[in-house]
């Protein structure tokens, strides 16, 4: 026995027949994703000379690497700290209690030695050392070489808002 077809039947008939249409319009024409680009940047394009790095002693060198932004919420800087330098004890906040920014940082000794100030201790560091600083350690690096400058690669993921200095 056949039934009448019914608007419920013809708008659910309509919606199938389109829902196929559609899967085959996309199969036959898909869309792709727009393709990833390469960055490149050299550590000597860029550095540049600062005082008091978080109001450490004496003059470093600094390279942020930007890498036309494609990095963040990940950030990379080569220090470069002449004997006696140092990057002044800091500590980073989730929130804006200090306006650092909310990092946690990852440091990576390239050459030279020094000491780190971790969280009240004082750690020595030399070329090969990894060390890790979260969100609300206090923290800081000094060059104590008498000669050789202390070369520091340093990596922080950012966990909270763009910090106001990128």
């Not at 220090?79 to 989730?94: I, K, N, Q, R």
């Not at 600083?133 to 922080?156: D, I, K, W, Y």
Request: glycine share 10%; proline share 6%.
């Amino acid at each position: 026995m056949n039934r009448p077809i019914t608007r419920r039947d013809a708008i659910t008939a309509a919606g199938a027949c389109f829902a196929m249409l559609s899967r085959r319009l996309l199969a036959a024409a898909p869309v792709s994703a727009p393709k990833a680009v390469s960055t490149k940047e050299s550590e000597a394009d860029g550095m540049v000379e600062v005082t008091g790095i978080h109001d450490g002693k004496g003059k470093g060198r600094i390279k942020l690497f930007r890498f036309a932004g494609s990095s963040a919420p990940a950030y990379f800087i080569v220090y470069d700290l002449p004997p006696g330098a140092s990057e002044g004890v800091h500590t980073h906040f989730l929130d804006d209690r200090n306006k650092l920014g909310s990092y946690d940082e990852y440091y990576y000794f390239m050459h030279g030695q020094g000491q780190m100030q971790i969280d009240g201790r004082i750690v020595a560091v030399a070329q090969g050392d990894h060390v890790h600083t979260p969100l609300e350690v206090a923290h800081g690096v000094e060059n104590t070489h008498p000669s050789e400058n202390l070369r520091v690669f340093l990596t922080f993921i950012q966990r909270g808002d763009e910090p106001p200095w990128i």
